[in-house]
């Protein structure tokens, strides 16, 4: 029923910028904490960023000052803006959030099917 959909992915050169969106549908009471993951070919997936319901946020070393979560409750819909965006980051990025369905008396985790990302010159 929960549903979270990622877009914003694409090719981008070295030093360019994306924006990716996660929107959530569905019958929903609440929307806890919110994250980004990505993998790259033959890796493990990584927590990329992540972000509270107080507004907390948290992101690995390798993208501090170049990535920003961020949320929009009111469409139901979290964001990362890349920039300044590395070979390095090329990967399937995957939004991932703690949420609660009306139906449901506790949160129970959701991820998106995911989206490449691809930075080449």
């Known amino acids: 029923q929960v549903q979270l959909v990622e877009s914003g992915g694409g090719l981008a050169q070295p030093g360019g910028s994306l924006r990716l969106s996660c929107e959530a549908s569905g019958t929903i009471f609440s929307i806890d904490a919110m994250r980004w993951y990505r993998q790259a070919p033959e890796k493990q997936r990584e927590l990329v960023a992540a972000l509270s319901s107080s507004g907390t946020t948290r992101y690995a070393d390798s993208v501090k000052g170049r990535f920003t979560i961020s949320r929009d409750n009111a469409k139901k819909t979290m964001y990362l803006q890349m920039n300044s965006l590395k070979p390095e980051d090329t990967a399937i990025y995957y939004c991932?959030?703690?949420?609660?369905?009306?139906?449901?008396?506790?949160?129970?985790?959701?991820w998106g099917q995911g989206t490449q990302v691809t930075v080449s010159s």
């Open positions: 991932n959030g703690d949420i609660r369905p009306t139906i449901s008396i506790r949160s129970l985790g959701y």
